[in-house]
């Protein structure tokens, strides 16, 4: 007689199971989470004895990494893909993921091998008049309308394809579970058989993802612990701007971002994005400083503006996007008492243009800058670019990569950078500003 197979309360926030029906989850405190499931049946048949491979012999197997004709694509995995690698790729909805697969796709196929694409959300049809819109060469991309795990398994086990994109992991779903597509357990369950087929086969897997309406991905934690990388997608509606930044890499840097314009043709790679970035800066405003920072492996150009207004309140404001708040609180702290600047009955604002996320303390110089220009009402000179770490003495200190970050300044024609002591030689036509603690900085300019 088989045995009964007994259903599962299973938290769709966290994929916590839960023997009943609770109304807040144990694991991650979510209310109203737990749906039920049915259980799935235990395997009763043997493990396989497992394979083991000397170190040695795996390195000596290593395989090289595979472009996928998009260099913005291939900075922020890298150096592009590695052999059996599994990527998720995470956005809103409309941001453009199913045209950046459909795009890497048709690259990958034109020098790499055979692409299978499978839309898991859209006809045939929809995907061809998408690439015809697009103007791609497809010759090389096949494509698979399918929602069913099983054949999309059989397809990526079979290791005829270089890469394979399916779009969307929550589209899909498992004969072996009774539950419905985009559930914790049909996520979980779809997500690490196609993992353990593409590590099997060698083929580069791309999963794309929703979020959910608080930006994290949709499903259970556990499927970005499946993948390699986790990508996410992000727009900046003013440039038509799109940024795709690693938040989890195991071959490569996770502080990359690569840029993308969104276009009539397309996504189209942004070659240099510090000018897009610094295109509508107005060059005699109070407030405005230009920040020299780092985005991986690649110098970058922001501007960092501050607006500095008379508080009616008890307690001012002090708000920050993309900047960390913390860092805005203990620069404010610091230009009160070692720059003599009487921030006390103000609201501060900081914002860094263009959707850039400033976490190292390079960018303290260029905040403090644009604080203390907003509160004298005098503009900083416009060729002007900021880079260097502020301490709480008041004292300025030297960042790394400041060779790559003064060359880019002078390749956007910067001709001055206020920084710390300590860079080396600046390149033609750069003038450097060092000085050795804040107030002696800001006093350069006013």
């Not at 839960?18 to 109304?23: A, I």
Request: with cysteine.
């Amino acid at each position: 007689m088989a045995a009964r197979i007994h259903s599962l309360f299973v938290c769709q926030n966290c994929g916590a199971a839960q023997p009943k029906w609770l109304g807040r989850c144990p694991a991650c405190q979510a209310w109203d989470s737990l749906v039920e499931e049915p259980a799935a049946p235990r395997d009763a048949a043997a493990p396989a004895p497992a394979q083991t491979l000397p170190l040695d012999q795996a390195l000596a197997s290593e395989q090289g990494r595979l472009s996928s004709g998009l260099e913005e694509l291939d900075r922020v995995l890298g150096g592009g893909l590695v052999p059996g690698m599994v990527v998720l790729v995470g956005g809103e909805p409309g941001i453009g993921k199913s045209t950046l697969m459909l795009q890497a796709a048709a690259s990958l196929g034109q020098g790499q091998g055979r692409v299978l694409l499978v839309a898991a959300e859209e006809s045939v049809r929809q995907v061809g008049l998408r690439a015809q819109r697009l103007g791609l060469d497809g010759g090389a991309v096949e494509l698979l309308a399918e929602t069913a795990l099983e054949p999309v398994r059989a397809a990526l086990a079979g290791g005829e394809y270089a890469a394979v994109a399916v779009d969307s992991i929550q589209a899909l779903r498992s004969a072996e579970l009774a539950s419905a597509p985009g559930s914790v357990s049909q996520v979980r369950l779809c997500a690490a058989e196609l993992a353990a087929a593409a590590k099997a086969s060698g083929s580069a897997l791309f999963l794309v993802g929703h979020v959910t309406k608080e930006g994290s991905l949709a499903g259970p934690r556990v499927l970005e612990h499946l993948v390699d990388t986790v990508l996410y997608f992000e727009s900046e509606p003013s440039l038509r701007l799109r940024l795709l930044r690693a938040v989890k890499n195991r071959f490569g840097a996770t502080d990359e971002v690569g840029v993308f314009e969104m276009g009539e043709a397309g996504l189209l790679p942004v070659a240099n994005p510090s000018a897009l970035f610094l295109a509508q800066r107005p060059l005699q405003a109070p407030g405005s400083a230009v920040c020299a920072a780092m985005s991986g492996t690649r110098p970058l150009l922001v501007e960092v503006q501050a607006l500095v207004s008379p508080s009616g309140l008890a307690m001012p404001r002090r708000q920050a996007l993309g900047l960390d708040q913390g860092r805005l609180h203990m620069l404010a702290a610091v230009l009160a008492i070692h720059a003599g600047l009487d921030l006390s009955g103000h609201d501060v604002f900081v914002n860094v243009t263009g959707g850039v996320r400033l976490s190292e303390p390079a960018a303290d110089l260029a905040v403090a800058a644009a604080v203390a220009s907003s509160l004298a009402g005098r503009p900083l000179p416009p060729r002007v670019v900021c880079f260097g770490e502020v301490g709480l003495a008041g004292e300025l200190r030297a960042v790394g990569r400041g060779q790559a970050r003064l060359a880019e300044a002078a390749r956007q024609g910067f001709s001055q950078a206020l920084t710390a002591p300590g860079q080396t030689k600046p390149p033609p036509g750069m003038e450097i500003l060092s000085a050795r603690r804040l107030d002696d900085a800001l006093g350069l300019f006013w």
